[in-house]
């Protein structure tokens, strides 16, 4: 396959896979005084300065303007890979890995995800199903103003499948691929980074920050986990979900009995595609 690179997102000096394929990039690194000795994202054309902001996407705007030669871009993060090999259980969007057996792991790319790539696929996350739909999630655990603002911007400054889009990954669904992990080809990662941080600086011009607590100050890069699912919707990019291998202790939805989830995760799709039908009164 030809040259793949997948920068994994480390704002800790702490276990993270490094390789021909993985490169491991210090996120951040304009607002930390510590030194991972690996490449850092405050060189070269970069907005490692928003780390607190825009979180891993200073890591993604460092790998657009500066990976030169590769045909193929993707990002992970330290303690958080594609399941390209089914390791955990593939029901599940993410299985839990204890850290001792970090260095056991295959964290290859699959064949049939090379193929997948060459054919002009792109690889996200195997996604969740939320309780309600994403524009909903938002709300709840954000401030609900800036994803009004976020649509007001789609749609003002953005040809309408956009706007489409963000009603119907936003407002009539609940599937999400989260932590803006994917693997896709030059060409599209040029034009979805255009598309992305234009909206972004847009969103950024409207939206003041200043007195958010540090979490909510992570804004646009939970704007970016959304933006990224809206748009490979809209675009109708050929998208291979692959489940996520998150390296912790404590294990999150996989300890649930699989076909619990499965029926949780089918009653939720029902609700929300239900009341995203239901006709508003006036």
């Given at each position: 396959m030809k040259n793949v690179k997948i920068i994994v997102c480390c704002h800790k000096d702490d276990i993270y896979k490094s390789s021909n394929l993985y490169m491991p990039l210090h996120v951040?690194?304009?607002?930390?005084?510590?030194?991972?000795?690996?490449?850092?994202?405050?060189?070269?054309?970069?907005?490692?300065?928003?780390?607190?902001?825009?979180?891993?996407?200073?890591?993604?705007?460092?790998?657009?303007?500066?990976?030169?030669?590769?045909?193929?871009?993707?990002?992970?993060?330290?303690?958080?890979?594609?399941d390209f090999n089914h390791l955990g259980r593939k029901v599940f969007?993410?299985?839990?890995?204890?850290?001792?057996?970090?260095?056991?792991?295959?964290?290859?790319?699959?064949?049939?995800?090379?193929?997948?790539?060459?054919?002009?696929?792109?690889?996200?996350?195997?996604?969740?199903?939320?309780?309600?739909?994403?524009?909903?999630?938002?709300?709840?655990?954000?401030?609900?103003?800036?994803?009004?603002?976020?649509?007001?911007?789609?749609?003002?400054?953005?040809?309408?499948?956009?706007?489409q889009a963000f009603i119907d990954t936003f407002i009539r669904s609940n599937r999400f691929s989260p932590y803006n992990m994917f693997i896709m080809n030059r060409s599209d990662f040029d034009k979805y980074c255009t598309w992305l941080f234009t909206i972004l600086k847009q969103a950024e011009e409207q939206i003041d920050i200043t007195n958010y607590p540090p979490f909510q100050k992570r804004i646009f890069g939970y704007m970016g986990e959304r933006l990224l699912n809206l748009y490979v919707y809209a675009n109708k990019m050929k998208r291979m979900e692959v489940p996520i291998l998150k390296i912790s202790d404590d294990p999150e939805i996989d300890d649930m009995p699989a076909l619990k989830y499965l029926v949780r995760s089918l009653l939720r799709d029902i609700a929300v595609k239900v009341t995203a039908e239901i006709p508003a009164t006036h």
């Amino acid at each position: 396959m030809k040259n793949v690179k997948i920068i994994v997102c480390c704002h800790k000096d702490d276990i993270y896979k490094s390789s021909n394929l993985y490169m491991p990039l210090h996120v951040g690194k304009a607002l930390s005084d510590k030194d991972f000795n690996i490449t850092a994202d405050n060189t070269g054309d970069n907005i490692s300065d928003k780390n607190f902001s825009y979180c891993e996407l200073t890591g993604m705007y460092w790998a657009w303007k500066n990976l030169k030669d590769v045909d193929y871009i993707g990002l992970c993060h330290y303690r958080r890979y594609f399941d390209f090999n089914h390791l955990g259980r593939k029901v599940f969007p993410m299985t839990t890995i204890k850290p001792e057996k970090f260095e056991e792991l295959n964290l290859d790319i699959s064949p049939k995800a090379e193929k997948w790539l060459e054919r002009g696929g792109c690889i996200i996350a195997k996604p969740s199903h939320f309780h309600t739909s994403l524009f909903l999630q938002y709300c709840e655990g954000h401030y609900s103003p800036d994803i009004k603002i976020l649509g007001d911007i789609i749609r003002n400054t953005q040809p309408a499948v956009y706007f489409q889009a963000f009603i119907d990954t936003f407002i009539r669904s609940n599937r999400f691929s989260p932590y803006n992990m994917f693997i896709m080809n030059r060409s599209d990662f040029d034009k979805y980074c255009t598309w992305l941080f234009t909206i972004l600086k847009q969103a950024e011009e409207q939206i003041d920050i200043t007195n958010y607590p540090p979490f909510q100050k992570r804004i646009f890069g939970y704007m970016g986990e959304r933006l990224l699912n809206l748009y490979v919707y809209a675009n109708k990019m050929k998208r291979m979900e692959v489940p996520i291998l998150k390296i912790s202790d404590d294990p999150e939805i996989d300890d649930m009995p699989a076909l619990k989830y499965l029926v949780r995760s089918l009653l939720r799709d029902i609700a929300v595609k239900v009341t995203a039908e239901i006709p508003a009164t006036h």
